[in-house]
């Protein structure tokens, strides 16, 4: 006698307390009856069948794998009882296979024999597919729109309830808990962290996580708008709701705001405490592995503090931060300028400053009008918020966007205002610090040190106990001093008596390595 698990399904809750899983268990114990089939055991499903992860049917898959070539059949009504997903149907089709039983509708019965019958099962197995999709598209249709008619269609979200208007239509109310939303959104505004707001309402009794709370603050429903999700073409929408808010609008844009600054400053990169005594702190490279130098103190037998550069990853570097940047200090000094290179230096800035007058007047119309447009694309934004044609979200964005273009203008117009003589003076000013590279560099804080060392620097630098070797200086830089006849050496690949240009500082893979 042949044995089989014999299986109905309905697709939700409420239609298993109609009459359907007890016609289907009916139709296949009857089946069984007239085939001399023996029972062995039955599954009622109440599960959508859009996938095999149904706790009935994996109930039956753990039956079906202790029991392994003892069942023959898995029996169903029809081929939609068993799945709506063709292709996951005919995986588990496989896999029941491999442990002998055969799956079979009874309405609807395939030979697995006949190769051919197989195009007949995937008919049956496309068919409540297909018909699943269009369900599924009329739904996300119907939600689509009523979400642009302002009406929120689905479980009500924290603070508020649902309920049915007059014309037996699903609307939101704000429920007992919208006291604890308004208390979240003025949190925010006191300077309050979401987690200590986050705490406080747990302590009053409304329970809410951490990603909830953050999603809460920024849901558009509390100040009484509907958002429409991007679909296709059509982008995002905000939509005014038909249901009361809970906050207002200003109290929304203000908590918005708070927020967006709150998490630029987490995004803000945090930097290792800066050290007066480790001004080359990642610029120095170990001339025996490549990898950067850092810095730290040591403290002496006395107490006194002696800072040094040294690899972490090799270790077998070390030098004296005070000898390192007292060679260092020296090279600066040996940067000087002859009147020749001054000179040309300031007939290179002022050609390329294009102050003559002719060229100033003909940009300064260009940017005017430029000015004009960008103020009358602003009042055109405002005009179209007012109207109701765009939405906050988008008018926030596109001003955002057009101030900033308006303040480039405005700078780029007071630049060209800068009359020849500023100009020249801040030239003059500026040559004043090339001319003594050294004085400057001492001079300066710490963090305009660093700036000016990787501006001349743009390779890493390495030191061999005595000198100093890179790769390359900046490149102006280097033209400018290759004219100053009283640096001789500099033919010979030396800028200074303790800094040589070097290929040895490469790492090995770029260039062939040099014994």
């Not at 804080?445 to 100093?468: V, Y």
């Amino acid at each position: 006698m042949k044995r089989a698990v014999i299986m109905s399904r309905v697709s939700s809750d409420e239609q298993a307390k109609g009459f359907s899983l007890g016609v289907q268990y009916e139709q296949l114990t009857n089946y069984c009856k007239r085939k001399d089939i023996e029972v062995v055991a039955h599954y009622k499903e109440d599960h959508s069948a859009k996938d095999f992860n149904r706790p009935e049917f994996q109930n039956f898959l753990r039956f079906a794998k202790k029991n392994k070539n003892t069942i023959d059949y898995l029996l169903v009504t029809t081929w939609d009882r068993f799945s709506r997903n063709v292709t996951d149907s005919f995986v588990m089709i496989r896999r029941l296979k491999t442990m002998g039983i055969e799956v079979q509708a009874i309405e609807q019965p395939i030979d697995f024999k006949v190769p051919e019958s197989k195009a007949m099962l995937a008919l049956n197995l496309v068919l409540p597919e297909i018909d699943n999709d269009r369900r599924s598209i009329k739904i996300r249709g119907g939600i689509r729109g009523s979400l642009k008619a302002g009406r929120w269609c689905r479980m009500a979200p924290m603070g508020y309830v649902n309920r049915r208007d007059d014309n037996n239509k699903p609307i939101i109310i704000p429920g007992p808990k919208a006291k604890f939303i308004q208390y979240a959104f003025k949190g925010i505004i006191k300077g309050k962290t979401q987690a200590v707001i986050r705490e406080e309402l747990n302590n009053k009794g409304f329970k809410v996580s951490r990603n909830n709370l953050s999603i809460l603050l920024k849901n558009p429903v509390y100040m009484g708008k509907i958002v429409v999700p991007k679909e296709g073409e059509e982008q995002e929408q905000w939509i005014e709701g038909i249901h009361q808010g809970i906050i207002s609008e200003k109290l929304f844009y203000q908590v918005q705001e708070e927020l967006a600054e709150r998490q630029n400053k987490r995004n803000r990169p945090i930097y290792n405490t800066l050290r007066e005594e480790l001004p080359l702190r990642g610029v120095l490279q170990c001339s025996k592995c490549q990898s950067k130098m850092t810095g730290s103190p040591s403290k002496s037998s006395t107490g006194r503090k002696y800072f040094y550069y040294h690899c972490n990853h090799c270790k077998k570097e070390r030098f004296s931060a005070k000898k390192v940047n007292t060679v260092f200090e020296s090279i600066l000094d040996d940067f000087q300028f002859t009147k020749q290179s001054k000179v040309l230096y300031k007939e290179i800035l002022k050609s390329l400053s294009g102050t003559s007058q002719k060229n100033t007047l003909r940009k300064r119309k260009k940017l005017d009008k430029e000015l004009a447009s960008a103020n009358q694309r602003i009042e055109n934004l405002e005009d179209l918020l007012v109207d109701g044609t765009i939405t906050p979200k988008v008018y926030g964005k596109t001003l955002n966007r057009y101030t900033k273009q308006r303040d480039q203008i405005t700078a780029n117009i007071h630049a060209l205002n800068t009359s020849d003589s500023e100009y020249m003076g801040l030239v003059e000013n500026a040559f004043q610090h090339l001319e003594n590279f050294k004085q400057t560099y001492l001079n300066s804080p710490l963090a305009h040190k660093q700036k000016l060392i990787s501006s001349i620097f743009p390779e890493k630098i390495e030191f061999d106990g005595k000198k100093c070797r890179t790769i390359r200086i900046n490149d102006f830089l280097r033209y400018i001093l290759q004219i100053d006849k009283e640096l001789p050496e500099n033919k010979k690949g030396q800028i200074s008596k303790n800094m040589s240009l070097s290929r040895l500082v490469e790492k090995k893979g770029f260039e062939p390595s040099t014994s």
